[in-house]
């Protein structure tokens, strides 16, 4: 039964894939449904097989070797082929790796298991089986508008889903498996379906934010090809387990460096930015809850065999500057999906900072982050996606009113955003958690509450911004396909239910998982006392106060009546009469408009002003990492 289940969480999303690619119209859509569905469910029967290793048959080992030596010719055809000479080398470097680790002479061989099924893998299989699921069934009526409006140079639909739907099998893949081969399989089969999605409308610009992000990922990939090779020389294990038991940190620490990259840490955030030209399905599932997930997961995974060493202080530091790096960058944005995308940077930056800390208290606010995230921010991508389709901008300020145009997935959108930020939701209480987590390193507790005042200030400044309405009798709902609707609602159940039971879920589940992570590691002793305390939070007088709020807010909406309406007050006489208006006569009586406009701050918060000093600092961390591990 454990092989079946494994066999459909990997092989079923690829088999359907491949069928929706030969298939059009009402039967791929029908294929799509029942890839959802069947991945949704096994992946929901996976936690009640336990936790278990798997292990394939040694017949195996010969056609994963020639499996991933195809993968890596793939990459090097790509890199001819566009005459990406970057790609084509690094995919050359790996080529040799990849030859010299299977060649290497071993002294004895490592027993170790093909997956690895534990209660950290077993979460991400249902972030990447469930949510992955319900954005399948979105993509269905988002394409098809989509494609009314697609560049000629578009890729077909068949192509595109089946990139879409595989990519769930290749995920489940890569946070199951322990042997390296077999991981650096699955970890640049993503990269493949990546480079592909983001390419997928064929722009010039599409080309070059998939060619930006094949660049960057195939460095991390190359990363992760050498560990194997570096722990087979220094006489350790061929496998994730068998390079935490022999406490490898130059292996470890070149782990890291790939997950860097696959999660867009700086330096590396330009990839993720850049991959928001693909359409929203792409961004939800890949950039966002799930792919860029990968790389916080699997730091998170070997953070336990690092405990008080070097590699471990330096990566918090260097997770605690992403957040605060690109929290601060989110500020001086106005495209709502560059706001997302620097968001998603900055919360996997608070994974890694607390992969770091590396105690029971931070591994658990990690977990907790990796969950919420993964559910509020997919909700958003779904929400700024419907609303550019409406509108036709995904620039904030043109979302001005869009609560009278879209009320209901302008309200999901609320929630969404509400649930990045306050109480009672997951997300603050994780970050409360790390901040705990954080009070014996002042450095990365000084950066970690920067980047959360800093988080604030962008979702206030959004929010305040598409509640900006005026006064409307009654509201209409808008009409959207019912599987991107379903999606939405489906969605903001799941983040209202989950955020009402995060302190339950923390005690009943993520504690657990922290604990068994650390239960043999004898140095943490005052971090347990620390942990006690997130036991002893009471919830009650919370939920009272947020229910006197909420009962507060509709009072004074329903008494609100159109005879309390009053024209705004702008910096003249208004020259109309209608409440709506906002033109006003200024001098010589000439006509203006007023025009509001959020603070975004360019001169302090633009791009150009902030990577120039962020990213040479984080290079300059990511040197002294592997520098220290030398001396």
Known sequence: MQGLILAFLILGPIAFGLAAYFTRGLLRNSLIVAAAVVTAVFGLLLPFQGIFN??????????????????ISLFIYIGVNRRNWLVASLAGVQL?????????PRHGEEQAATFVIDPLSIILVLIISVIGSLILIYAIGYMAKHAEHSPKTAAPLGQFFFFLIAFLGFMNGLVLANDFRWLAIFWEATTLCSFMLIGTDGTEEAKQSATRAININIFGGTALALAPVIALYQGGGESLTG??????????????????????????????????????????????????????????????????????????IIGALTFVGASALAIGQSNGKKVLAYSTIANLGLIVACAGINTPLAFAAAIMILCYHA????????????????????????????????????????????SMLALPFGLLISKWMAIEAAVRYPLVLF??????????????????????????????????PFS???????????????????????????????????????????????????????????????????????????????????????CGENAEKEVTSF????????????????YYMSPVFGEDKLTGWFNPVAIALILIMFGALMI
Request: charged share 10%.
């Open 96 to 104: 040799v790796l990849a030859l010299v680790e299977k060649f290497y």
């Open 375 to 418: 559910i509020s921010k997919a909700l958003l991508f779904l929400c700024v996606g419907t609303i550019e389709q409406t509108i036709g901008s995904r620039d904030i300020e043109d979302m001005s009113g869009i609560m009278f145009k879209m009320p209901v997935t302008t309200t999901i959108a609320i929630i969404g955003m509400i």
């Open 484 to 570: 991107m609707m379903g999606t939405m609602l489906t969605l903001v159940t799941g983040v209202i239910v989950l955020g009402l039971s995060a302190v339950p879920l923390y005690q009943l589940f993520v504690r657990p998982v922290a604990m068994a992570a650390y239960q043999h590691v004898t140095t943490v002793a005052a971090a347990w006392r620390v942990m006690q305390s997130v036991d002893k939070f009471m919830e009650a007088p919370l939920f009272i106060s947020l229910f006197v709020v909420l009962v507060a807010i509709l009072l004074a909406m329903r008494s609100i009546k159109e005879s309390h309406i009053r024209q705004p007050f702008l």
């Open 583 to 598: 033109e006003f006569r200024s001098l010589a009586d000439k006509r203006e408009t007023a025009y509001l406009s959020s």
């Open 243 to 316: 390079i935490m038991g022999s406490g490898l940190l130059i292996p470890m620490a070149l782990i890291c460096l790939a997950s860097f990259t696959k999660s867009a840490q700086l330096p590396f955030q330009s990839w993720l930015l850049g991959a928001m030209v693909a359409p929203t399905p792409v961004s939800a599932l890949l950039h966002s809850s799930t792919m860029v997930k990968a790389g916080s997961y699997i730091i998170l995974r070997i953070a336990p065999a690092m405990i008080g060493t070097p590699l471990a202080n330096i990566i918090a």
């Open 54 to 71: 798997y292990s394939l048959p040694v017949f195996f080992a010969g056609p994963a070797f020639l499996l991933e030596l195809a993968l």
């Open 447 to 480: 950066l970690i509450i920067i980047g959360s005042a800093l988080t604030i200030f962008f979702w206030a400044k959004w929010i305040g911004r598409i509640v900006t309405a005026s006064y409307h009798e009654e509201y209409k709902i808008e009409k959207i």
